[in-house]
């Protein structure tokens, strides 16, 4: 059952949410990933069999060993078939709506899937979508890693401009929202395993991959 407090909860990180996007491009919010949908994923991707996952690639030219140089993590899309994926896919479409009804973004579509960053894997930096190329509009990730510490690393590290830069603990339901033609981001290299689930918001247009 959904309490008051958990809706006032959901509709007050709407709120900063649609605010920081419409302020700076970036949002970061650390605990707001509710609880029980943070644990449903984290139980689910732990118990993934190795063979659910596959090398992520970088895009369609390039060759496994040249994108085994800018990224090193596995991943295993979703098809929104399961429990934990349900729930979580549910909870983006608020975000979804939100973003619509308030910045007019006409986001259409979400794709996701989960990452597992092993011992030693990183992700150079990298923009999700180059401007006119591509639908994704606006990158959404949730980690799902409990007690990270400063010497665990596998920190995300988001360039803003004016040469500054934010660095952000990939720890247990913390949300990360930005602009993906707008932010080079990359993933220092993880010193624990790293597990993670990254979507995507898109827009309808034709011609666009
Ligand atoms: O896991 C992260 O912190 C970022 C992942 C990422 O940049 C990507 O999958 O495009
Ligand atoms: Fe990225």
Redesign the pocket.
Known sequence: MITCKETDDIQRFLENAVDAIHSQGYFIAPHSLPQPIAQALLDEVQALQQSHFHEASIGRETDNTQNKTIRRDQIHWFNGQTQAEAIWLDWTSNIQTAMNRYLYMGLFSFEGHY?HYRQGDF?KK?V?AFRGKSNRKL?L?NYLNKSWSQDDGGE?ILYLPNNQSVSIA?EFATT?LFLSEDFP?E?LPSKRDRY?V?GWFRINESGHI
């Open positions: 990452a992700y990298h999700d990158t990730i995300m990939p990360v981001h993933v993670s990254t």
